[in-house]
């Protein structure tokens, strides 16, 4: 059965920083040697958008409003996509969600929740001015 499981979220103040951390469990097999992981949050109110994404070739992705401020990784060795959130605002409060698919991506797409077929639960992150 696959899983995954974020963590990392937490309460900062504006210009602090966040590690969350995406725990994948039950992705075994050749066919997800080149999955589609991505990073997405939704804020009340609004839409769920991608955040960050490593499609199937490798290739990273970011929005543009966490350009230079946000970066994905991902330690295939230890199953964990990670995301390290910079210099966050109070616009970035929301709940951040893990995403992975085995079909593949590339990127723009991988951007979009439409990629994904598997999400986490989310962690919350909260940013006060």
């Known amino acids: 059965q696959r899983q995954l499981v974020e963590s990392g979220g937490g309460s900062v103040q504006s210009g602090g920083s966040l590690r969350l951390s995406c725990a994948a469990s039950g992705y075994t097999g050749s066919r997800y040697n080149r999955p589609c992981m991505g990073w997405f949050r939704q804020a009340p109110g609004k839409e769920r958008e991608g955040v960050a994404a490593?499609?199937?070739?490798?290739?990273?992705s970011y929005a543009d409003s966490v350009k230079g401020r946000f970066t994905i990784s991902r330690d295939s060795a230890k199953n964990t996509l990670y995301l390290q959130m910079n210099s966050l605002q109070p616009e970035d409060t929301a709940m951040y969600y893990c995403?992975?698919?085995?079909?593949?991506?590339?990127?723009?797409?991988?951007?979009?929740?439409?990629?994904?077929?598997?999400w986490g639960q989310g962690t919350q992150v909260t940013v006060s001015s």
């Open positions: 490593i499609d199937s070739d490798g290739r990273l």
């Open positions: 995403a992975a698919s085995a079909f593949y991506c590339s990127g723009w797409y991988s951007l979009t929740q439409s990629a994904y077929a598997d």
